[in-house]
């Protein structure tokens, strides 16, 4: 295969908008990566919402690039499974993890491509069962404040009913409309991936919700699939959290596309939060926000590869020693995963990594230079980052940096996709 870059203009496959611009720390600005037109929620990207997804063009213009039919891709950080999807229609192999169970749920059925009558008429049969099934108890916590009480009892034998469908990626299919449904007939704002109440009184029926997630659901994959011919691949999607390892042989992986949390889930994107109430639902556990990046503080120490970081810590420290130390917990574990992701990625093998700069105590840390000098230091070289706009994502535009409520700061309108080569005997 021939390995291209973005950036040589004479590839016929490449393109560079008019509006590049050269920015410090081998940025670009590319208005071509913005995608404007398109919601990142297209075909099977439509099923079930989830924070910070990629934009499926994105993703698609970085496999055409950077790999070739038969690779190994590999998306540690998974989310709903946008690398998964691509690959599956562009003939790559691929390997991805979420330490989010519900992640790893919606990715498996948007990988899933199922027949439309068989989907159709398993819904006429829930529709159906649900009338004779009888409510259970439901007990969790504040299971009370987030649910009306019919909507307990309905949500409650609608669960029985897609927790027997015997054919388990029917099943799962079912249990991400669940989980759709659960989340739109909850008190919690629907816009919102953190859990807050909303004001209004206007809680939709469950099984005319849960009928209408579900032909759309219908609708998205099976028109997708008919569009996009799914290609025999290997894909394995695995719930793990990868500061544990990745049970993969070193240096096997030819393409990284992922795109790590942008900072603790306490001032970012809580994907635990947003993922609560379903994952209370479906039974399945929840240690996401606990377990993520940076959810353990560290004293700060001097044994991460990147000056710059430590300027920025400085100089959050010299306002606030406490976030200074959240902020370092946060790039520590980044490292290590960077650490172990690099491990796995052949020589001459591609990153796309895929961050956004937050800002903290108004400072706007450079994630993408930072990870791209912990990479350096694992034998890679950085090639470039383009940076493009985030207005397709769901995504916060504002976020409390001195985690004071009502002290909001502007934070990641820009997505930049750093770009790294591991290193060969032949560069
Ligand atoms: C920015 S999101 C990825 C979104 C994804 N690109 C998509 O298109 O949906 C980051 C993901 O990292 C996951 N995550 C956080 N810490 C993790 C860890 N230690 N191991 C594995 N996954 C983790 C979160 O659950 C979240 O789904």
Redesign the pocket.
Known sequence: MKQITLFETEEKNVKVSKSLKELPFKRVRDEYFDFKDTPASTGIYGIHP?????HFLVVREIIKNFSKEGDYLL????????VAGESLISGRNFVG????PL?VLISKVRTTPLQFNMLFETLEHILKTFRCQKPEDVEFPNVHYWFDEDVIKNLSKLRQVVFNIERSEVGDFFKVVFSETVRRVSRARYEEFKLVRRKDNNVPDVIKTFREVSLKNIGLLTDFYSKFTPRNVFLKLEE????DGIPLEDNFIDLVI?????GDSKTTVA?GQFSRLSLRWLGLEEN?DR???GAKPKDVHSGLPSNILYKYIEEIASKDERRAKEVFSFYADLYA?IQIIAKKVKEKGFVCFVVGNRRVKGFELPTDKISADFFESQGFEHQKTIVRTISNKRMPVKNSPSNIRGENDFTMRYEYIVILRKKGSLI
């Open positions: 989830y924070p910070a997804m990629f998306d540690p950080f998974m989310g709903s499974g946008v993890y979420d330490i989010n992640a793990r959290n990868i500061m992922t795109s790590p949390p942008y994907y996401v377990a993520s990046l995963c």
